[in-house]
């Protein structure tokens, strides 16, 4: 997908945040801003989705750009925003068809049908502790 010109908006977990940057310049050139409860005031679940959704929005971008970041992370923030006395809105890029899912590129070229590794295996392939899920 050609995002040359675009203002581009990244949802990345690998950097615990939201980055941006301008048109014409690389991805990894982004500036990335992290939402979690110890850093802008934030004091609850809801206060901390809501202020990571408005500063998405604020950003202005042209594109949404994340990795399984609609099967995943919105899915996740929509289901948690379900318990939310009000939920916020989701980012305009979100519910404006301009989210691009590099996921779904990057599953349709390992082949349709392979098992791909549980998160657990990749960690303990590189030698990280792997942590108990509940």
Same mark, same amino acid.
């Given at each position: 997908?050609?995002?040359?010109?675009?203002?581009?908006?990244?949802?990345?977990?690998?950097?615990?945040?939201? @980055?941006?940057?301008?048109? #014409?310049? +690389?991805?990894? $050139?982004?500036?990335? #801003?992290?939402?979690?409860?110890?850093?802008? @005031?934030?004091?609850?679940?809801?206060?901390?989705?809501?202020?990571?959704? *408005?500063?998405?929005? #604020?950003?202005?971008?042209?594109?949404?750009?994340?990795?399984? @970041?609609?099967?995943?992370?919105?899915?996740?923030?929509?289901?948690?925003?379900?318990?939310?006395?009000?939920?916020?809105?989701? +980012?305009?890029?979100?519910? *404006?068809?301009?989210?691009?899912?590099?996921?779904? $590129?990057?599953?349709?070229?390992?082949?349709? @049908?392979?098992?791909?590794?549980?998160? #657990?295996?990749?960690?303990?392939?590189?030698?990280? +502790?792997? +942590?108990?899920?509940?």
């Amino acid at each position: 997908m050609d995002l040359a010109g675009l203002s581009v908006v990244h949802v990345k977990r690998s950097q615990s945040g939201v @980055g941006h940057h301008e048109p #014409e310049t +690389p991805g990894n $050139d982004a500036q990335y #801003e992290t939402f979690a409860r110890s850093n802008h @005031g934030i004091s609850d679940e809801q206060d901390l989705v809501t202020t990571a959704f *408005s500063y998405i929005d #604020e950003l202005d971008g042209d594109v949404l750009v994340g990795y399984n @970041g609609i099967d995943f992370d919105m899915d996740f923030l929509a289901k948690r925003c379900a318990h939310f006395d009000l939920a916020p809105s989701p +980012p305009a890029l979100q519910t *404006s068809g301009q989210h691009i899912n590099l996921f779904t $590129d990057r599953k349709a070229a390992c082949g349709a @049908g392979e098992m791909w590794p549980a998160l #657990e295996d990749c960690l303990d392939s590189y030698g990280y +502790p792997v +942590p108990k899920t509940t």
